[in-house]
T-cell receptor, first 114, second 115 residues
């Protein structure tokens, strides 16, 4: 069965600096999607970035980028120039291409220090 | 207006009461989901529906039931609420059409407290 592991329950970073959140997953599939979702104190889950497994190029969305290492089954999120509004829980999720169910990590709480 | 709307946003109830959480969406998506979120456990899938006539149990369906009244509406019921069902509940939708990535779009959550 697929699993998703986020080994950092909490991370903190100084405003304007860069932080990387880790995610590893276990699967025997070759075709799948990976996602990072953000949950701010307002509690709504918001998609930050997605990565298709067949794409070698790492996805980027403004200050957010991923380091996708398919062989190592690693999918880390890098946040550059951290802002106070980035403070949130961040969840990593995996989806098989053949199945629309997502498998979720337990989340990482990101604290931004002013 | 939100694309995925959940009601109520917050609810406090007593053990043994029947509770219904409602979800409606304007995204035109065919698939709808109910998740439960507990601290430290991430999101766990309760039920999911791929269309009005296709409803499936998730990993933690015991104690819950659902109804897909229309493509846009998916409700979650707790027939007899118990304290360990205290949690934050999310409704989500996704689009199964070809070339869609299947990402989920979430409502704002319904916080349920069972005393």
């Amino acid at each position: 069965a697929q699993t998703v592991t986020q080994s950092q329950p909490e991370m903190s970073v100084q405003e304007a600096e860069t932080v990387t959140l880790s995610c590893t997953y276990d699967t025997s599939e070759s075709d799948y999607y990976l996602f990072w979702y953000k949950q701010p104190p307002s509690r709504q889950m918001i998609l930050v970035i997605r990565q298709e497994a067949y794409k070698q190029q790492n996805a980027t969305e403004n200050r957010f980028s991923v380091n996708f290492q398919k062989a190592a089954k690693s999918f880390s999120l890098k946040i550059s120039d951290s802002q106070l509004g980035d403070a949130a829980m961040y969840f990593c999720a995996y989806r098989r291409n053949s199945n629309y169910q997502l498998i979720w990590g337990a989340g990482t709480k990101l604290i931004i220090k002013p | 207006d939100a694309d995925v709307t959940q009601t109520p946003r917050n609810r406090i109830t007593k053990t043994g009461k029947r509770i219904m959480l409602e979800c409606s969406q304007t995204k035109g998506h065919d698939r709808m989901y109910w998740y439960r979120q507990d601290p430290g456990l991430g999101l766990r899938l309760i039920y999911y529906s791929f269309d009005v006539k296709d409803i499936n149990k998730g990993e933690i369906s015991d104690g819950y039931s659902v109804s897909r009244q229309a493509q846009a509406k998916f409700s979650l019921s707790l027939e007899s609420a118990i304290p360990n069902q205290t949690a934050l509940y999310f409704c989500a939708t996704s689009d199964s059409r070809p070339f869609r990535t299947g990402e989920l779009f979430f409502g704002e959550g319904s916080r349920l407290t069972v005393l």
